[in-house]
């Protein structure tokens, strides 16, 4: 008895902790990391025979332009200057000296090989670890020589996830309207091409009308509102073989097409006698369903990524605000609150946000909230922006941005722009001619 | 009932006794404390000033330079610890105590557990280590690497091991490391981004050995951002040697942990 005293005793009494120190870092910078990308070394062989057959003179070192490009495009890395390395790339690529490449403050390394035989291209490469010495990642890609750029593109989204714990978006394209010509007589064309503004091809001749581009989750189709004979209507198109086609049989306006993201339905708004409502249409068997009913505007339906939900835009409540219903149509519930308009709600692939169009005295906003509405960012003002799309990773939205027109009604211009969800990198992306709406593919490759 | 009344008024007599006990043990800590706070501010503040670490990355590394500069001037020497004398300590007040103390227990001779009842502890009639190590494993580990310590050094207090890093110290460090720390900007914000990391130090602040604490988790399905994390922690700590630790108390410092957490960057 006496000795359980004791312990209870010897419990209760504070002594000396002999924790170790600790010291709690929480803070770090957000500069980009420096990176090294070494040119791709490429033996005099191969080089011959691809500079015949693709037109460039070095194909190693266009590849790692590519990658240095998208690189620091995405705000993230900083691509050190070439003119600093000290290694050659075919002895850096079998063995770094790191002393050399830490000198110049590359934290990471990227090296690489070309080589051409049997009409295939063969690229590979490894990603070292400057400061702790040694190699993190080392692949081989092989395909068609004038796939070249792509695996530039491929290799930088496995850069990317080894570094940032997340995946790329730089094996995507884009597709968007292309506009030419003055403001009152437009023509608009829809436009694809890749993530960083090459191989753009159109898709349509610029006859009619076009808006609101959405690929399905392949990647294979197109679904866009066209005004074919002045009637704005849902169209599909088939990239690959161009074939288009009318998107349900309804008596009246279509417009806000996206696919589910099984791709089995469309699921748009239709307009009928000043009221519009949110309907599906499952392409297998054109069965069409009815998801809100209500005397108000419903319009820009969004799918969550699971596709259990919905989010739209409605002026139920008088003003147009975003509102969030299961796939069913039950549940209609309204999460935004702020001052202003809100539009264009397009959930985030990663499932945790909605982007969105904001409208407040006078001013275009885009920004990003919770799925219960809290936590309202915005990311960027101005005159005129609208129609977020998400990066297939959600981190980078893209959207585009009108220019005011003048008193003598010139100065009008379109472009597309991305931003950071963070609201940093802030990038005009380069397209051929005038844009607007554009939608992000997924990841090709994936 | 008897019983119960005897048993209810020793255990009320027992906590009046720890609470008497122990509350004059821990007034004892900030008298000692505020010269040792005092002192170092004037010398360290104006490294602390630094606005955070984005913007002010020159700064920073304007500073580190300094640093630098100053460790290559006066590289701290194990020998001259174990002559305190020579070395103006800001605790020099209470390791004049302890040098009493020592001599009086002739430490060399004494080993550590017999080191551990002194005269300083007395009126707290237990061995702590004793206690730690029933209620505690690592508390055992702690006594090993006291054990070792007393090999190098006999300047070492058990007062000072407890305050670990004073403010301005732990700030200096802190300065340094944010400015290393590239934070992977892909992380998951939602998700536990905490890093433990143990470090070994050399007196100069150089890193001997660097170990992740939570490794298992680096394999985990799901959880393949964490190595990103870590890795990138680690990277800040290469980047950084040597360390901007304090020139006197090796002792205190040598094994030191960094818990780097990315979350409140991220979320703001």
């Given at each position: 008895m006496f000795l359980r005293y004791i312990l209870i005793l010897f419990l209760l009494i504070p002594f000396n902790s002999f924790a170790l120190i600790e010291v709690d870092i929480t803070r770090g910078n957000l500069n980009p990391l420096p990176i090294a990308v070494s040119p791709l070394s490429l033996d005099s062989d191969s080089k011959s025979k691809l500079k015949t057959i693709l037109k460039k003179d070095d194909i190693g070192a266009q590849i790692s332009i590519v990658v240095e490009n998208n690189l620091k495009k995405s705000g993230l890395f900083n691509p050190?200057?070439?003119?600093?390395?000290?290694?050659?790339?075919?002895?850096?690529?079998f063995k770094p000296r790191f002393e050399d490449w830490a000198l110049i403050k590359a934290q990471a390394l990227i090296t690489g090989k070309v080589t051409f035989s049997d009409e295939k291209l063969r690229v590979e490469f490894r990603l070292w670890d400057v400061l702790a010495a040694k190699e993190i990642m080392a692949l081989a890609f092989t395909t068609v020589p004038s796939n070249w750029r792509r695996v530039g593109h491929i290799i930088t989204d496995k850069i990317y996830e080894r570094l940032t714990g997340e995946k790329g978006y730089f094996d995507t394209r884009i597709i968007y309207v292309s506009e030419e010509g003055p403001k009152i007589?437009?023509?608009?064309?829809?436009?694809?091409?890749?993530?960083?503004?090459?191989?753009?091809?159109?898709?349509?001749?610029?006859?009619e009308l076009v808006l609101t581009p959405r690929f399905n989750p392949t990647n294979q189709m197109v679904t866009y509102l066209s005004y074919f004979r002045n009637l704005p209507r849902v169209y599909l198109l088939d990239i690959e073989t161009g074939i288009q086609e009318v998107v349900g049989d309804f008596p009246g306006m279509t417009f806000a097409p996206r696919f589910s993201p099984d791709g089995k339905k469309i699921i748009m708004s239709f307009a009928k006698d000043g009221n519009s409502d949110i309907y599906t249409m499952e392409l297998e068997n054109r069965i069409v369903e009815r998801i809100t009913n209500h005397p108000s505007i419903d319009t820009s339906p969004s799918y969550s990524p699971d596709g259990k939900y919905i989010c739209?835009?409605?002026?139920?409540?008088?003003?147009?605000?975003?509102?969030?219903?299961?796939?069913?149509?039950?549940?209609?519930?309204?999460?935004?609150?702020?001052?202003?308009?809100?539009?264009?709600?397009?959930?985030?692939?990663?499932?945790?946000?909605?982007?969105?169009?904001?409208?407040?005295?006078?001013?275009?906003?885009?920004?990003?909230?919770?799925?219960?509405?809290?936590?309202?960012?915005?990311?960027?003002?101005?005159?005129?922006?609208?129609?977020?799309?998400?990066?297939?990773?959600?981190?980078?939205?893209?959207?585009?941005?009108?220019?005011?027109?003048?008193?003598?009604?010139?100065?009008?211009?379109?472009?597309?722009?991305?931003?950071?969800?963070?609201?940093?990198?802030?990038?005009?992306?380069?397209?051929?001619?005038d844009a607007s709406d554009p939608s992000w593919s997924s990841l090709l490759s994936d | 009932m008897i019983r119960n009344i005897i048993i209810s008024s020793t255990f009320h007599l027992?906590?009046?006794?720890?609470?008497?006990?122990?509350?004059?043990?821990?007034?004892?800590?900030?008298?000692?404390?505020?010269?040792?706070?005092?002192?170092?501010?004037?010398?360290?503040?104006?490294?602390?000033?630094?606005?955070?670490?984005?913007?002010?990355?020159?700064?920073?590394?304007?500073?580190k330079e300094k640093e630098k500069l100053l460790s290559e001037q006066a590289p701290p020497k194990v020998v001259k610890k174990e002559k305190?004398?020579?070395?103006?300590?800001?605790?020099?007040?209470?390791?004049?105590?302890?040098?009493?103390?020592?001599?009086?227990?002739?430490p060399e001779k004494i080993d550590n557990e017999v080191k551990q009842v002194s005269e300083f502890e007395k009126d707290e009639l237990f061995d702590p280590n004793n206690i730690a190590a029933l209620i505690d494993k690592s508390k055992e580990?702690?006594?090993?690497?006291?054990?070792?310590?007393?090999?190098?050094?006999?300047?070492?207090?058990?007062?000072?091991?407890?305050?670990?890093?004073?403010?301005?110290?732990?700030?200096?460090?802190?300065?340094?490391?944010?400015?290393?720390?590239?934070?992977?900007?892909?992380?998951?914000?939602?998700?536990?981004?905490?890093v433990r990391i143990k470090l070994k130090l050399k007196p100069d602040g150089s890193v001997i050995k660097s170990e992740i604490l939570d490794h298992a988790r680096m394999n985990k399905p799901g959880q393949g951002f964490y190595k990103v994390l870590a890795e990138s922690a680690l990277r800040a700590i290469q980047l950084c040697q040597p360390l901007r630790v304090p020139t006197t108390g090796y002792e205190r410092w040598k094994d030191l942990q960094l818990n780097f957490d990315a979350r409140e960057m991220l979320e703001g």
């Open positions: 050190l200057n070439k003119d600093s390395f000290l290694q050659k790339p075919d002895i850096a690529h007589k437009r023509i608009k064309k829809l436009a694809i091409m890749d993530q960083d503004g090459f191989n753009t091809k159109y898709l349509t001749l610029g006859n739209f835009n409605s002026d139920r409540s008088g003003y147009q605000q975003i509102y969030i219903m299961k796939s069913d149509g039950s549940n209609v519930k309204r999460i935004s609150f702020g001052k202003g308009l809100y539009g264009t709600p397009v959930w985030s692939p990663r499932g945790d946000l909605i982007a969105f169009t904001k409208l407040h005295k006078g001013k275009f906003y885009i920004g990003v909230m919770r799925t219960n509405g809290k936590g309202e960012r915005l990311l960027t003002e101005n005159f005129y922006q609208e129609a977020p799309s998400w990066s297939p990773n959600g981190r980078v939205l893209i959207f585009y941005r009108e220019t005011k027109t003048d008193d003598k009604g010139e100065g009008f211009s379109a472009k597309l722009w991305s931003i950071d969800l963070t609201g940093y990198n802030e990038r005009l992306v380069n397209t051929e001619t | 027992v906590i009046i006794l720890i609470t008497a006990m122990s509350l004059p043990f821990l007034a004892k800590k900030p008298i000692d404390l505020p010269p040792i706070i005092s002192v170092e501010l004037i010398q360290i503040t104006e490294k602390t000033n630094i606005p955070f670490a984005p913007k002010a990355k020159k700064i920073i590394e304007k500073v305190p004398d020579s070395i103006p300590l800001p605790e020099e007040k209470i390791q004049k105590v302890e040098k009493l103390e020592d001599k009086k227990q002739n580990d702690f006594g090993e690497t006291t054990n070792k310590t007393d090999k190098v050094s006999q300047d070492r207090d058990k007062t000072v091991n407890n305050i670990g890093l004073s403010l301005s110290e732990e700030d200096a460090l802190k300065a340094q490391i944010f400015g290393c720390w590239s934070i992977p900007l892909g992380l998951p914000y939602n998700e536990n981004l905490l």
